[in-house]
């Protein structure tokens, strides 16, 4: 329970209600808020900011050290504090080299104390200035990764900037824009932020841009919620998209379709991908017989598009097989894998889906091995060991899209 010191010089206490509030013992907190009456718990104080003064005392050194700094725990942090005493954080700013004189710290110990020590006073002081808006400190710790030490002057700034880091969408971070840096709703920020939105909501539903008049209209109707109809004309997205295209270059423009920088450079990427395996070398096969014998294995007929789907297969660097449900895909799918393994004897096939339901449907309807595009690939760090133990040596990798 805080405490405070009165007029009179007498020690007071109450009770502080806010958001991720620092508990350090022996440490004095500065606090910024409003008093409250309550029946049940009498007066409190609702606090809106708060900053965490680096202590004088022993024990309240000790205790910061222990509570905010990684590497030290509270016997480390016992033993710097009898080696330097209230010298400890002149040491720690100007001399951090003699925390090696303490048996126990190492080289890399002293670099990750001394990371550590910087940061920690600016992570208070973000989560300070967000702690109004229910920032949690991981949230915090993420911001921090991203902006570095200039974090709290860039977001009281412009706050929309939080829009570039995952987890702070529009919708999160507008009402923080609004009451902390008071920006109305045509300010350009606010507008660039919606726009910007506007096309990661549609990347989320598939599309790599939208068509300009389609970005403006969504834009329009997100940034004048609230504000009444026209209080953000078409004029301002306009601008704003103009500058977002020819001077920052986080959007680009390909006529009346508009992507954010990052999707259309990975659209063009992968454009390029195709054409490259397009016009490389590789096996053909002649598959006549082997398609025969799979069918009469299996006791189907395929129809003709559905021979020629498998016999492109095998003439092709890269192939598409589309159609609507129930056109047979999986039928064809389930030849070529027969087929594949006639003709590479000791190769493995590789399956891939876009999503784990897909690949679920995909292992059950083939028999073979199915994994996500994304664990394929070693982009999402789980299950390694069993790619390499199950799926060896050369792939041919087929993508149900489904």
């Known amino acids: 329970m805080p405490a405070i010191k009165a007029d009179q010089g007498n020690w007071v206490s109450f009770t502080a209600?806010?958001?991720?509030?620092?508990?350090l013992e022996h440490v004095d907190i500065e606090l910024e808020g409003t008093w409250e009456d309550k029946e049940r718990?009498?007066?409190q104080l609702k606090v809106e900011s708060f900053h965490v003064l680096l202590p004088k005392t022993r024990q309240g050194i000790s205790s910061y050290l222990s509570s905010m700094v990684k590497g030290i725990g509270p016997v480390l942090a016992e033993k710097i504090v009898d080696r330097f005493g209230e010298n400890t954080f002149a040491v720690l700013d100007k001399e951090p080299e003699r925390l090696l004189?303490?048996?126990g710290i190492t080289e890399a110990r002293l670099e990750a104390i001394k990371e550590s020590y910087g940061e920690s006073g600016e992570i208070w002081e973000l989560m300070a200035y967000l702690a109004p808006y229910k920032v949690t400190p991981k949230k915090a710790e993420k911001i921090k990764e991203h902006f570095g030490l200039e974090a709290v002057e860039l977001i009281r700034k412009n706050p929309y900037r939080l829009c570039e880091i995952k987890g702070f969408g529009f919708l999160t971070v507008d009402p923080i824009a609004r009451a902390s840096a008071g920006f109305p709703p045509e300010a350009p920020e606010r507008v660039k932020a919606a726009v910007r939105f506007v096309l990661e909501e549609a990347q989320k539903e598939g599309h790599l841009y939208l068509d300009s008049g389609a970005v403006i209209q969504k834009a329009e109707h997100l940034l004048n919620k609230g504000f009444g109809r026209g209080r953000v004309e078409h004029s301002a997205i306009i601008r704003a998209g103009n500058e977002m295209v020819l001077k920052e270059k986080s959007l680009q423009a390909d006529g009346n379709a508009i992507f954010l920088n990052k999707n259309r450079e990975a659209e063009q990427t992968a454009a390029g991908n195709l054409v490259r395996l397009l016009r490389e070398s590789g096996n053909a096969f002649d598959v006549e017989r082997e398609l025969e014998e799979v069918q009469a294995e299996l006791g189907i007929v395929l129809a003709e598009r559905q021979k020629e789907a498998v016999r492109m297969v095998f003439q092709s660097q890269v192939s598409i097989i589309t159609g609507g449900p129930g056109k047979g895909k999986t039928t064809v799918l389930g030849v070529i894998l027969k087929i594949f393994e006639r003709k590479e004897q000791g190769?493995?096939?590789?399956?891939?889906?876009?999503?784990?339901?897909?690949r679920k449907r995909l292992s059950e309807s083939t028999g073979y091995l199915a994994l996500t595009i994304h664990k394929a690939l070693y982009l999402t760090g789980e299950d390694e060991e069993l790619l390499e133990d199950e799926v060896p040596g050369f792939f041919v990798g087929v993508a149900d899209w489904c």
């Open 347 to 358: 190769k493995q096939v590789l399956l891939c889906a876009p999503t784990g339901r897909a």
């Open 41 to 43: 718990f009498g007066k």
């Open 17 to 23: 209600v806010g958001i991720e509030l620092p508990d």
């Open 101 to 103: 004189e303490i048996k």
